[in-house]
């Protein structure tokens, strides 16, 4: 009998199980020994010819049943006698005629493993359907891998179950007990209560549910049930609120007397369903989910295997397993997020060779020698390795950080010259027009006097200027261009471009850096960003990319006073800036964020503009700037804040990068609780830049929690990398650069702060793995669900 020898065969992997988990009665769901007593019960369904057999299976139900209740060398001789009492069990079965099967259990078969595959369509599924699978699409569950990997958000302790005796009112309780009556009540339209008394041996308790009038069907008198639910003292009875029962029929536990899963939720798929639909698919189709991870890996580790992890991820038998299980899944997220960026990224290179850029580099050391300060000593070390990747046939892929005033600028300047003295030209790439214009007016001032040719190109170039600067580019009659996404349009061409450097990197999704790489001869991609980006973060958006990190701010650089301002003290700080402009200084005042358009933004900064220089500065010029400004007002402007003929300069965020004016020491921002904790610190940074002390005062209303939190961290900190880790904390990694625009991966269970020591490990197996086994490169390396 062919079933029933598979029905041994499984009795004795879930022993070998149980043996593997150290006899921690923890091999399946709700415990080892009540899922061995379970299918020992299937196998009472069959009628035995021979008394032999019958003998067995008692004998391995009184073994089973003692099993919770031994300490582990009792365990381990238990599982022996069971395993020889399997082996004899076995052989009867082998004898014709010996085991009949007259009763099975008639049970509608599920897909067949061999037929559906993670990628399985789950209307196709057991217990879901089409209606369901409308609803489930609506969680982004559209096939049986997206199922299985619909995490828990939280769990349940619902494993102590009690005496009715001893529930306590205000809390939640668990309980079982017999259904002794129930009754269907309808005070008012619309409202449908059930009551039901059950009993054990301690007392009675009433349950009660509203509006669910079908089950009344299900509590019938004598029904044995395990109810969850919040306990109130009434009329000296407890009375309970359920938020969960179930009828006690022999099979597992799902949503009582165990650690319960608590998931991501829509309004018509209620927990008990997706419980459900989840238990059946772990039950009919882990088999189709293999381990994926390699051998020398899963023992380093001591991983739980995958199925035994995606298992306990969702209906742990206790806390130590789940963390077991969550270790893992996360660790194979983080690896193959890894494996993957870093294979790319070596297919890139394999694709077809970088440019050496060799012979006597004349501009740099100029440059160098020219600037009128030294260069740091984070500077020089990262320009070291710049330049050992831009010598190399390989093509340069790295990353720098620095925070804001570290000298990016600089180091990018360097690598550029280099591109140049080497006979090729390099383009660098800012976000938005303002900035692209300070770097340009920078180049142009440094690199002018050493002859190189620089260029701007913008969205907002006359058409005939436009035609004319593209054709002199692909004529190489420009050395180094500068640009925003213009530069990514197909009819900008270039002769020789062999260096790209893309300036706060963060604002650019993954295929605009890819876009103007296609443009070159596999050139040389520099990335920088002002943004500090917490080393865990940046392994998961750049981990296809080198990091170096300018970790050191330059001599002379003072920190910036900073200060919350009451508006109770706003004429205060009114009186403050008139007096350090009496001094000789400058100042900032930057206006609240605005979400609706740049339109609006703009239209707010022009009044407070003409307000403050009407009412509170009219002995000083006040300036304005905003992003719809053209390119030529912004430079105007500009120009006469660097020259002090503007004195207050009123401005949006547009002034969050790049602008560089020594003699500003004040800045003013309004409507605070608008800003992020790292946009903030990037404003702050536009001052500070001189010899003169300077200040930030930031005001608004700071009616949120989070709000006085990321006030509190910006007073009390200059640190851009501790400021970016709160960021990260306050706001999560989806909130601070945005998951849609920038790439960010959506992970299903890691968490890149709590897991980072997990993703430092991944990140070096991937490298050791792809190093020992070179053709993984040429595999997919997705995590496949």
Known sequence: MAEIREAIENLKQLLQREERLGYTNAACFGGFSSHFLSCLAELENFSLDKADALVILKYLAALISEYPKLLMPERRETLHKISAALDSLSQLGGEAGALVCTNKKAKTPPLPVGKIGPQAAVHALKQVGPNRAKILARLGIKTLGELIYHFPRRYEDRSKIKKIAELQPGEIETFCGSVLNVEELKPRRRLTI??????????????????????????????????????????????????????????????????????????????????????????????????QLPVELLEKYKFLSRSEALRAIHFPPDWKTLNEARRRLVYEELFFLQLKLIANKKVVEQKKPGI????????????????????????????????????????????????????????????????????????????????????????????????????????SLPKKAKEELLTRIAAGQVDIVVGTHALLQENVRFKTLSLAVTDEQHRFGVMQRSVLQEKGLNPDVLVMTATPIPRTLALTLYGDLDLSVI???????????????????????????????????????????????????????????????????????????????????????????????????????????????????????????????????????????????????????????????????????????????????????????????????????????????????????????????????????????
């Open 194 to 291: 059930i009551k039901a008394t059950i009993g054990d041996a301690t007392g009675q308790a009433q349950a009660v549910w509203f509006n669910q009038p079908y089950l009344k069907r299900q509590l019938s008198k004598g029904v044995n049930v395990l109810v969850t639910g919040k306990v109130e003292r009434k009329f000296f009875q407890s009375e309970v609120a359920v938020h969960d029962f179930e009828v006690l029929d022999g099979s597992d536990l799902i949503h009582a007397g165990r650690i319960v899963p608590v998931y991501p939720a829509t309004e018509r798929l209620p927990q008990k369903t997706i419980r459900q639909i989840i238990y059946r698919a772990l039950e009919d189709y882990l088999a189709v989910f293999p381990e």
């Open 551 to 785: 970790d050191e701010l330059p001599p002379g650089r003072k920190p910036v006073l900073t200060r919350y301002i009451p508006e109770s003290k706003r004429n205060d700080a009114y009186l403050f800036i008139k007096e350090e402009i009496e001094r000789g200084r400058q100042a900032y005042i930057v206006c609240p964020l605005v979400d609706e358009s740049e339109a609006i933004e703009a239209e707010a900064a022009t009044k407070l503009a003409a307000y403050l220089q009407e009412k509170i500065f009219p002995e000083y010029r006040v300036g304005l700037l905003h992003g719809r400004m053209s390119s030529q007002e912004k430079e105007d402007v500009m120009n006469d804040f660097r020259d002090n003929s503007i004195k207050i300069l009123v401005a949006t965020t547009v002034i969050e990068v790049g602008v560089n004016v020594p003699n500003a020491t004040i800045m003013l921002i309004e409507g605070v609780e608008r800003f992020g904790l790292a946009q903030l610190h990037q404003l702050r940074g536009r001052i500070g830049r001189g010899e003169h002390k300077s200040y930030c005062f930031l005001m608004g209303n700071l009616k949120s929690d989070e709000a006085k939190a990321r006030v509190k961290i910006l007073v009390s900190c200059s640190d851009g990398f501790v400021i970016a880790e709160e960021d990260l904390n306050l706001r999560g990694p989806g909130e601070f650069f945005g998951t849609r625009q920038h790439g960010l991966p959506e992970l299903k269970i890691a968490d890149l702060i709590k897991d980072a020591p997990i993703l430092e490990r991944a990140r070096q197996d991937a490298f050791t793995m792809l190093k020992k086994y070179p053709t993984l490169v040429n595999q997919s390396q997705t995590l496949r669900i």
């Open 356 to 459: 050496a850029h060799q012979g006597p580099n004349p501009r740099v050391e100029e440059f160098c020698r020219r600037l009128p300060y030294p260069l740091t000593g984070a500077q020089k070390k990262v320009i070291n390795e710049i330049l050992l990747d831009m010598e190399s046939s390989q093509p340069m892929s790295r990353l720098v950080q620095g925070d804001v005033g570290s000298g990016k600028t600089v180091v990018a300047m360097v690598a550029l010259l280099k591109a140049v003295d080497s006979g090729f030209q390099g383009a660098l790439m800012a976000p938005t027009e303002i900035l692209a214009e300070q770097h340009y007016l920078n180049l142009r001032q440094l690199l002018t006097p050493l002859d190189v040719r620089v260029a701007l190109l913008t969205g």
